[in-house]
C-alpha cells in the first residue's frame, strides 16, 4: 500500500523542528526576495524530490532524454554525488563514474549524443553549458536532482513522489526522510507519484490524488516501473524477465536507497532471492568483491547475480570479480510507465514547452521562419517560464 516502506524515528521528532526551522527560514528568504533565484534564456526543466533516497529519479530524466533527444540538443547537468572530481565536469568518453558519478556515468552510456556535464553550483554548470564551445549548441538543460536547488528557477519544476513513501505520511530529517516540509510541493508545476503498483485501483488514484491536495496549476501523473530484459554486464545474450527460469536462485546486488520494490517485482519469476545490499551510491572495495564471489560460491545452482544499472557504472571495471561471477552477473535496465494513458499528456506539455522557448530548436524552426521583424525582437527576452502562467 501507499507509504509502506515509511519509518518514523519519533524519538527525534525535537530535532526534525530544529531542522525545519532552518529549512523553513531558508525558504522564506527566496520568497520576500532577499535569497534570489536565477532565471536563463533556455529551457530549464528540473527533475527531484523531497525525500532522501531514491523516488526515481534517473529513469524520469531519462524518459525526459528519449523524448527530446532527436529533436533538440539535450544537456543533462547533475551534482555528481559522490564522484572523486571537483567543480565543472563535461564528461567525455574517458570519463569514469568516478569522476562524474554512477548516474550521470549510467546516461552518458546510454545516451552519447548529449552533454551530460556535473558541477555542485548549478547556476555555474548552466552559464558553463550555454557558454562553452563545446556545449553551446544546447538548446535544453535537464536538471537532475536540483529540486531544492533554489538558485535556479527552471522553467519547469517535476517533483516526483515515490508512492511507497508519500509525502503526506513522513516526517522532517532525521525522524523522517523529508529534506523540506510537505507543503514545498507548492513550487512544482507537475507532481508525479512514481513506483506505483500497475495494479492500482480507480478508487486509488482518486484518493491519492484528494490526498496530495494540489493547486490548479499543477498537474498530477501516475507512473509505474517497466522491467527491460536482463543485460550481461560482461558475456552472454539478453535475457527478458520471463525467462529467467522458474528455479533460479537469485543475488540481487544493490546499492541503491531501497532494493524492496526491486525484490517484489522480481519474485513472481525466480525461485529464491538472496539480497546483498550497501548504502546507496556505495563503492563497492576489494573486500565487497571478496564478499561476493565467496556468496556466489556457496550457492546452489541454477544460480544468477542480478544487480541495478547504476551499480553496474561502479562494478564495471573493477578487479578481482571471480569467473564464476563475470559468466552469470546481469544488469536489469528500468523504464517508466506513464499510467491512466497520460504519457502523451505529459509528452505534449514538455516539448510544447521547449518549443516555445528555445530559439535554436527545429521544433521551434518553423514558427521562427515565419515571426515578423517584431516579434524576433520580442523572442529575445527571457524564456524561462512556468506551467502556472500558461
Not at 509502506?4 to 524519538?11: G, L, S
Not at 547556476?123 to 536540483?146: F, N, P, Q, W, Y
Not at 546483498?276 to 556457496?298: G, V
Request: one cysteine or more.
Amino acid at each position: 500500500m501507499e507509504g509502506d516502506f515509511i519509518k518514523i524515528n519519533e524519538w527525534l521528532t525535537p530535532f526534525s523542528w530544529l531542522y525545519g526551522l532552518g529549512v523553513g527560514f531558508r525558504n522564506q528568504m527566496f520568497e520576500i526576495g532577499i535569497l534570489k533565484g536565477k532565471s536563463y534564456d533556455i529551457p530549464v526543466i528540473s527533475v527531484g524530490n523531497i525525500t532522501v533516497g531514491g523516488s526515481g529519479k534517473t529513469p524520469h530524466v531519462e524518459h525526459l532524454v528519449r523524448l527530446l533527444h532527436d529533436k533538440v540538443k539535450v544537456a543533462v547537468l547533475s551534482r555528481g554525488y559522490k564522484r572523486k572530481s571537483r567543480g565543472y565536469v563535461l564528461a567525455d568518453k574517458q570519463s569514469t563514474a568516478r569522476d562524474i558519478g554512477d548516474e550521470p556515468y549510467q546516461m552518458m552510456k546510454k545516451f552519447p549524443d548529449i552533454h551530460v556535464a556535473v558541477d555542485r553550483k548549478r547556476c555555474h554548470g548552466i552559464e558553463r553549458i550555454i557558454s562553452d564551445e563545446s556545449t553551446k549548441d544546447t538548446d535544453v538543460i535537464l536538471l537532475d536532482d536540483a529540486y531544492q536547488h533554489r538558485y535556479v528557477k527552471p522553467g519547469i519544476n517535476i517533483l516526483l513522489v515515490d508512492y511507497h513513501r508519500l509525502i503526506i505520511y513522513d516526517k522532517l530529517l532525521p525522524a523522517g526522510r523529508l529534506r523540506e516540509p510537505q507543503s514545498g510541493k507548492s513550487r512544482a508545476d507537475i507532481v508525479i507519484i512514481t513506483k506505483c503498483p500497475k495494479d492500482l485501483k480507480p478508487m486509488e488514484f482518486r484518493v491519492l490524488t484528494k490526498a496530495l491536495n494540489l493547486y490548479p496549476y499543477q498537474k498530477l501523473f501516475f507512473t509505474t516501473l517497466d522491467y527491460c530484459p536482463l543485460k550481461p554486464l560482461f558475456c552472454g545474450d539478453d535475457l527478458p524477465i520471463d525467462q529467467i527460469p522458474k528455479d533460479m536462485n537469485v543475488l540481487l546486488l544493490t546499492g541503491i536507497a531501497s532494493p524492496k520494490q526491486m525484490i517484489l517485482d522480481l519474485k513472481p519469476f525466480v525461485g529464491d532471492i538472496q539480497p546483498m545490499s550497501f548504502a546507496d551510491h556505495h563503492q563497492f572495495s576489494k573486500r565487497d568483491i571478496r564478499k561476493l564471489n565467496e556468496r556466489f560460491a556457496a550457492m546452489p545452482e541454477p544460480k544468477m547475480i542480478i544487480t541495478t544499472e547504476k551499480d553496474n557504472a561502479r562494478l564495471f571495471g573493477l578487479d578481482g570479480l571471480s569467473e564464476e561471477v563475470r559468466h552469470n552477473i546481469y544488469q536489469l535496465p528500468i523504464r517508466i510507465e506513464f499510467m491512466l494513458g497520460q504519457e502523451q499528456e505529459f509528452n505534449e506539455k514538455i516539448i510544447g514547452y521547449v518549443q516555445k522557448n528555445s530559439r535554436n530548436s527545429i521544433l521551434a524552426k518553423a514558427k521562427d521562419d515565419h515571426k515578423s521583424k517584431d516579434s524576433n525582437r520580442a523572442g529575445n527576452g527571457s524564456r524561462t517560464i512556468s506551467f502556472r502562467n500558461n
